[in-house]
């Protein structure tokens, strides 16, 4: 008698635990909180896809006829963190273009600087 519910404790723990274990061990990956389109609602914003690393790719204001493709781009999910840099080409001068920004509480906020013209930014991720 002790044997038999000795088997029939283990099989109770296998059908218990074993879809807990399995669920963990084949579940999605952690949410992607920054790939997608980002925009200020005026034109101005970004098209980011992350590697699930550090990589960023992706273009600067994506819904415009000529979208600037990144040229480099990390983003740490840790801390929310991004650091993005592009180039492009006006009246045959190349212009650098340098993002650093931070995602924190569903938007993405921070500086720019191309080719010397600085200034700030807040994006918010496009619906749809």
Do not use: H
């Not at 109770?12 to 925009?39: E, K, N, R």
């Not at 609602?41 to 790719?57: P, S, V, Y």
């Not at 994506?62 to 840099?85: A, C, I, R």
């Amino acid at each position: 008698m002790t044997r038999r519910w000795f088997v029939l404790s283990v099989l109770f723990l296998v059908v218990c635990l074993a879809p807990g274990v399995f669920a963990q061990s084949s579940g999605p990956a952690p949410a992607d909180q920054i790939s997608g389109i980002w925009t200020d609602g005026n034109g101005r914003g970004l098209d980011l896809k992350f590697d699930g690393q550090r990589a960023l790719t992706g273009s600067l204001n994506p819904e415009t006829p000529n979208p600037v493709p990144l040229k480099e781009g990390t983003f740490d999910p840790k801390t929310g963190v991004l650091k993005l840099s592009a180039e492009r080409t006006v009246n045959g001068a190349t212009q650098k273009i340098v993002i650093d920004g931070k995602l924190a509480d569903g938007k993405l906020t921070g500086t720019y600087d191309s080719n010397g013209q600085k200034g700030t930014f807040a994006f918010s991720r496009k619906k749809g």
